[in-house]
């Protein structure tokens, strides 16, 4: 029977000389750190080539489980087998290492920072760090103190009562004399801990050659607008610049510091438009900045019309190449579906999108088509989505006649388009009989294509059941339904029919309307003339409401 191998030796780091008590911060941090890898402060006293190999195989273990520390559990398990962590953990638990520590080595001026003069905070002494730290812990209680302070000047004003006390919440003079104490405090601390803290334009050796253009209020002005002081700066170097017409990467800079803080400043959109074109930025590097922003400022209109200079300069450049032209149309729409699945109903994005259509060609693109479908199937009341698949449908140059509005009759409007459009109209009006939006949708189809009204009474007639036969009998499940089957009635002379159909809406099925219905059934029995009397008169009223006001 073999002998039995005798087990592995642990490693045991170096003996290396025992450091002096440290004077300094950094010097702290820097013994602690080593402390937390010994293997590694042998290394770097004797070299890793003169250590031991249990020595060095610790010092491998030591860097694999600091490395690993740092990853998800899911990355580690994939960069570690099973036997490779137990060996590591089998090491470093015979080095009796510490395993969590500071994962970085302490460096000066980047650790600590620097102080008011620009000394590195990690060369002070431990006293004057210490001291140093509680005059910041007595800054931050005195801010806090303030806080609460303004708090209740605001809550009194408001008029808001205690919670405990049940009484109104008055700011005493004691409170204001305290808070006077207490803003002298915080002024001496921030002075003494931080300096004269200035402008981050101004500080910066980038500007000295610029000299900023303060906005000015005018004498006695009644609302003088209270700017941040980092904003009013920032204007005031954006006045010089565009002053002298500069167009520079630190402009361009500039106008990304000001739309952080105010996104919707239109100057300042438009002077770095004209930089991006002056100095001949890529316009796709742009747009993808530009799409970080617009998803944290979905309202926002500038961002849409920046948008829009950036195609209209970038497009003559990828015209004439198809391929490019149809990755970039491609590149907007994916963006486009994103942004409207945060705000399905943004008029800026729907706008912008319509213009799109035109500008790149895409009346006939089929993954355009589909992604109106998609968002109508997601919800089939969106009346933005079926009012841009009007517009691809029923606008494209192609087949349609220039200078027709969306409610005339065009007769170069293919027929097998429009018996699509109200085949998909009417699949759509199925699903949400009371949804408003397919049945606009229908008559939009119907005034393009010339067709009367009476050419869907069969489908309307659908959800109109026993009209006038009783209560019990009497079934509507769409009062649009109910409406355009009056309008079907009166176009084909059926004046008593219309007129039950709107006597209906206003007695039951829509009586929140009724002023409306009732007023609809007048109008069937008057006259050509009668009604152009009625309207001539509207207009008059209309006109001297105008020229009273």
Same mark, same amino acid.
């Given at each position: 029977?073999?002998?039995?191998?005798?087990?592995a030796?642990?490693?045991?780091?170096?003996?290396?000389?025992?450091?002096?008590?440290?004077?300094?911060?950094?010097?702290?941090?820097?013994?602690?750190?080593?402390k937390?890898?010994?293997?590694?402060?042998?290394?770097?006293?004797q070299?890793?080539?003169?250590?031991?190999?249990?020595d060095?195989?610790?010092?491998?273990c030591?860097?694999?489980?600091?490395l690993?520390?740092?990853?998800p559990?899911?990355?580690?398990?994939?960069?570690?087998?099973?036997k490779?962590?137990?060996?590591?953990?089998?090491?470093i638990?015979?080095?009796?290492?510490?395993?969590?520590?500071?994962?970085?080595?302490?460096?000066?001026h980047?650790?600590?920072?620097?102080?008011?003069?620009?000394?590195?905070?990690?060369?002070?002494?431990?006293?004057?760090?210490?001291?140093?730290?509680?005059k910041?812990?007595?800054?931050t209680?005195?801010q806090?103190?303030?806080?609460?302070?303004?708090?209740?000047?605001?809550?009194?004003?408001?008029?808001?009562?205690?919670a405990?006390s049940?009484?109104?919440?008055?700011?005493?003079?004691?409170?204001?004399?305290?808070?006077?104490?207490?803003?002298?405090?915080?002024?001496?601390?921030?002075?003494?801990?931080?300096g004269?803290?200035?402008?981050?334009?101004a500080?910066?050796?980038?500007?000295?050659?610029?000299v900023?253009?303060?906005?000015?209020e005018?004498e006695?002005?009644?609302?003088?607008?209270?700017?941040?002081?980092?904003?009013?700066?920032?204007m005031s170097?954006?006045?010089?610049?565009?002053?002298?017409?500069?167009?520079?990467?630190?402009?361009?800079r500039?106008?990304?510091?000001?739309?952080?803080?105010?996104p919707?400043?239109?100057?300042?959109?438009?002077?770095?438009?004209?930089?991006?074109?002056?100095?001949g930025?890529?316009?796709?590097?742009?747009?993808?900045? %530009?799409?970080e922003?617009?998803?944290?400022?979905? +309202? #926002? &209109?500038?961002? @849409?019309?920046? $948008?829009?200079? *950036? =195609?209209?300069?970038?497009?003559p450049?990828?015209?004439?190449?198809p391929?490019?032209?149809?990755?970039?149309?491609?590149?907007?729409?994916?963006f %486009?579906i994103?942004?409207?699945?945060?705000?399905? +109903? #943004? &008029?800026?994005v @729907?706008?912008? $999108?319509?213009? *799109? =259509?035109?500008?790149?060609?895409?009346?006939e693109?089929?993954?355009?088509l589909?992604?109106?479908?998609?968002l109508?199937?997601?919800?089939?009341?969106?009346?933005?989505?079926?009012?841009?698949?009007?517009?691809?449908?029923?606008?494209?140059?192609?087949?349609?006649?220039?200078?027709?509005?969306?409610?005339?009759?065009?007769?170069?409007?293919?027929?097998?388009?429009?018996?699509?459009?109200?085949k998909?109209?009417?699949?759509?009006?199925?699903?949400?009989?009371?949804?408003?939006?397919?049945w606009?949708?229908?008559?939009?189809?119907?005034?393009?294509?010339?067709?009367?009204?009476?050419?869907?009474?069969g489908?309307?007639?659908?959800?109109?059941?026993?009209?006038?036969?009783?209560?019990?009998e009497?079934?509507?499940?769409?009062?649009?339904?109910?409406?355009?089957?009056?309008?079907?009635?009166?176009?084909?002379?059926?004046?008593?029919?219309?007129?039950?159909?709107?006597?209906?809406?206003?007695?039951?099925?829509?009586?929140?309307?009724?002023?409306?219905?009732?007023?609809r059934?007048k109008?069937?029995?008057?006259?050509?003339?009668?009604?152009?009397?009625?309207?001539?008169?509207?207009?008059?009223?209309?006109?001297?409401?105008?020229?009273?006001a």
């Open positions: 029977m073999p002998p039995k191998s005798k087990a030796t642990k490693p045991k780091a170096t003996e290396t000389s025992q450091p002096s008590e440290p004077t300094a911060v950094l010097e702290r941090s820097q013994q602690r750190y080593e937390t890898r010994p293997f590694e402060a042998a290394r770097q006293q070299g890793l080539s003169k250590l031991s190999k249990e060095q195989k610790g010092w491998i030591d860097q694999l489980l600091h690993t520390n740092r990853l559990a899911a990355s580690r398990s994939r960069l570690l087998g099973p490779a962590s137990k060996e590591i953990w089998w090491t638990n015979g080095t009796n290492s510490i395993v969590r520590g500071l994962k970085h080595k302490p460096e000066p980047s650790t600590w920072g620097t102080d008011r003069n620009g000394h590195d905070i990690g060369s002070y002494t431990i006293e004057r760090f210490d001291e140093r730290f509680r910041r812990i007595a800054l209680a005195l806090v103190s303030s806080r609460v302070f303004r708090e209740n000047v605001e809550r009194e004003k408001r008029g808001f009562v205690d405990r049940g009484q109104e919440i008055i700011v005493t003079e004691r409170e204001i004399d305290e808070e006077k104490v207490r803003r002298s405090k915080m002024a001496a601390l921030k002075k003494e801990l931080y004269e803290i200035t402008g981050k334009l500080g910066s050796v980038e500007w000295e050659d610029v900023p253009i303060p906005h000015e005018p006695g002005a009644l609302a003088a607008i209270a700017y941040p002081a980092e904003y009013a700066e920032a170097y954006l006045r010089a610049v565009m002053t002298t017409k500069e167009y520079s990467p630190r402009c361009l500039l106008t990304e510091h000001i739309i952080s803080m105010n919707a400043h239109y100057t300042v959109w438009l002077y770095r438009a004209a930089n991006i074109f002056a100095l930025l890529s316009i796709p590097d742009e747009i993808e900045w %530009l799409n922003v617009a998803l944290a400022n979905l +309202k #926002n &209109y500038q961002i @849409w019309h920046h $948008r829009h200079l *950036l =195609v209209e300069h970038y497009y450049t990828i015209a004439s190449d391929d490019a032209l149809a990755q970039f149309a491609k590149q907007e729409r994916d %486009l994103a942004i409207l699945s945060e705000d399905t +109903k #943004n &008029y800026h @729907w706008s912008y $999108r319509s213009w *799109l =259509v035109g500008k790149l060609g895409m009346w693109d089929e993954e355009e589909k992604s109106i479908e998609q109508i199937d997601e919800d089939v009341r969106n009346n933005s989505a079926w009012s841009h698949r009007f517009f691809i449908a029923f606008s494209n140059p192609k087949y349609a006649t220039p200078g027709k509005g969306a409610t005339e009759k065009d007769e170069k409007v293919p027929q097998e388009l429009v018996d699509r459009e109200m998909y109209a009417q699949n759509k009006v199925y699903l949400a009989p009371q949804n408003q939006s397919p606009n949708y229908m008559r939009g189809v119907l005034v393009k294509g010339g067709q009367h009204l009476a050419s869907v009474q489908f309307v007639e659908e959800f109109v059941v026993k009209l006038g036969e009783g209560e019990e009497e079934e509507v499940r769409s009062t649009h339904a109910l409406d355009l089957l009056a309008e079907i009635y009166a176009e084909k002379g059926e004046s008593d029919k219309a007129d039950l159909c709107l006597r209906r809406l206003a007695e039951k099925w829509d009586r929140i309307r009724g002023g409306y219905w009732e007023w059934r109008c069937l029995t008057q006259t050509e003339k009668e009604k152009a009397a009625a309207v001539g008169e509207a207009e008059k009223g209309a006109n001297e409401e105008v020229a009273a």
